[in-house]
Each structure stands twice: as C-alpha cells, then as structure tokens.
C-alpha cells in the first residue's frame, strides 16, 4: 500500500485528480491539505470535502493557507468558475474541515510515514513550503513529491513564460524545487501535449457513465466556456489529472531528465517560470516525453 498526501487548492482539476485517487484501492491517502489558489481556501476547502463525500470516503481534509508567502493572492474564478467547480449548482457549502492546520499535518505525516510518504501538490506550493521552512530536516524524509507546476518552455497559461501554480506563489515553488528533496514535476508543457481532452476525449469519458466519470465532465462547464469564448472551441486541459495519473502510475513518462530547477521571482513577464540549470542539486526531474494513451487508460479506469 502506498501512502499518499494530496495538497491541492481544489479547482475543477483537482477534483478530478482528487477522485481519482480517493477511488483507487491500492492508495492510502493520509490527509487531504488545502492551499489558497484557484479559489479562496475555504472555497477548495468545501470542494475537497464534497469530492472525499462523493467517493465515499471519510480521508481527512485540513485548512492551509489562505495567501501566497510575499504576494497578494489571485484566484482563477473566471476560469473554474464562482464555486471552484464549474457553477453545475453543487452543494459546496457546510462540510467540517478535521481540527488542526495543514502544516503541521504535513510535518506530521512525513514522521508518522518516515520514507514512506508521497506528496501529491496539486496547487501553489505555500503550504509545502511553510512546512519544509519549519521543520527542514522533514526533506529527506518525504519519500517523493509529485508537482503540478511551472513551465520550461512555454507558452504558459497565464504568461507566455508562466503557469498558474508557480506564478501565483514563485517564493514557496522556489523553496519546494531548492530544498533538495526527490521530486518529479509535471509542468504545464507536458499538460499541453499529453492531457488535453477535445470534444472526441469527453465523449469517451462520458460514456463510461459512472458517478465520477460524469462528475469530473460536469466541471469542466465553465473551462470549456470560457475555451469556447476565447479560442472558439472547447478543448480544455487537465493538468492535475495528468499529475495525478503520473504518480500512480510513473511508467507514462516516456522521458525525462533530472535538473536543479530555480524558479522567475520577478514581478514581470517572467515570473515563476521554470529555470533548469544542469549544474548544482539536480532533484528534480522534468517529463520530457509521456503517453497520453496511457495516461488516459489510467485517467478512465480510475473513474470507474
Ligand atoms: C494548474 O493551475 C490551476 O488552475 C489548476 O488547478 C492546475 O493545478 C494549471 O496551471
Ligand atoms: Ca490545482
């Protein structure tokens, strides 16, 4: 069994990467941390909790951070939409977060699983960051980290050198990809190539006619608008799904290649975009070539 600890700042995609793993048998999963992002924390709070409901599971879900360490926080509503997960008219209000902050919990749980615990980071990394800040001898322990985040060579989705997650808190990804620790990073270059779902893709999920399957197509209500208003059609990409898949299953990296990754902490173009350097503590390694059939086998049958 493996052991599993998802932080995630819960947007449509993450939801979707969340069920996929709260479905999953073979998966322990620990806790269930949340990170201001996409959405206001207490927002990917509810929808964390609703997701764990909607799967039947009782995994614990704790409250993170509400801001990026240095910046203000900006969200991406006009994207997920109001609620984080497409404005379907889900019930995201009222459900309890487990007493006790998401940093201690990740310190925690790193001891508790001392090289046995793997970090699924599925939004910006403030969380990670601020518990690896107090209590750094928590790096070697952690036995890996999968990140959603940053790109190398770009375009990103919120500059043409930047993604979401890095480029809303640079501070913490730069502290996560320096802290020396072993960590594979699925980057918004590997998304754009290997997990885009055109209208032939959603078909396909959508006819596996299960509760999940429907669900993670429902929320994408509002990023497939907002594709259609902005580049005419509706494909959309689901990054933390792809992440997701890659951690239960590494064998989609076709290729990849270890670097010592510095992040953009400017307040420019350029901010929180990925620098891979060859020189220095190369811990982390960058998907240069995955399998999109793969990933998308393991994105349907952990739907089911
Ligand atoms: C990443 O940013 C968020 O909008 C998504 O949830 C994903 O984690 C993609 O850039
Ligand atoms: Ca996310």
């Not at 240095?70 to 977060?97: M, N, V, Y």
């Not at 999968?146 to 060579?153: Q, R, Y």
């Not at 420019?268 to 620098?275: L, P, Q, S, T, V």
């Amino acid at each position: 069994m493996r052991n599993f600890l998802i932080d995630t700042d819960t947007g449509s995609d993450d939801a979707v990467a969340l069920a996929m793993a709260l479905n999953n048998s073979n998966i322990n999963i620990e806790a269930i941390t949340v990170v201001a992002g996409n959405i206001p924390v207490e927002q990917g709070l509810q929808n964390a909790l609703y997701t764990v409901d909607l799967c039947n599971k009782k995994t614990p879900v704790y409250l993170g951070e509400d801001k990026p360490l240095k910046r203000p926080l900006k969200t991406s509503e006009f994207f997920h939409g109001q609620d984080g997960l497409g404005d379907i008219g889900l019930d995201l209000k009222g459900r309890k977060a487990r007493d006790g902050n998401a940093i201690d919990i990740i310190i925690d749980k790193v001891y508790q699983f001392e090289n046995n615990l793997e970090i699924i980071a599925i939004g910006p990394l403030t969380n990670l960051a601020l518990a690896i800040k107090r209590d750094p001898k928590i790096i070697s322990k952690i036995k890996n980290c999968f990140i959603m985040g940053g790109t190398a060579f770009g375009p990103g989705n919120i500059t043409p050198f930047s993604e979401f997650n890095f480029w809303v808190d640079p501070e913490a990804a730069e502290i996560v990809l320096q802290s020396g620790m072993e960590i594979t990073l699925i980057d918004w270059d590997a998304t754009k190539k290997y997990a885009w779902f055109d209208s032939n893709t959603i078909k396909s999920i959508n006819n596996l006619n299960t509760p999940l399957s429907k669900f993670s197509m429902d929320i994408q209500n509002n990023p497939k608008k907002y594709k259609k208003k902005k580049y005419g059609n509706e494909m959309i990409e689901l990054a933390d799904p792809l992440a997701m898949a890659i951690a239960l299953d590494p064998s989609i990296i076709i290729k990849s290649k270890k670097y010592n990754v510095n992040i953009d902490l400017s307040n420019k173009e350029r901010r929180g975009e990925n620098i891979l350097n060859e020189e220095g503590k190369k811990n982390t390694t960058v998907i240069l070539k995955a399998s999109r059939k793969k990933f998308l086998d393991i994105f349907k049958k952990s739907l089911k």
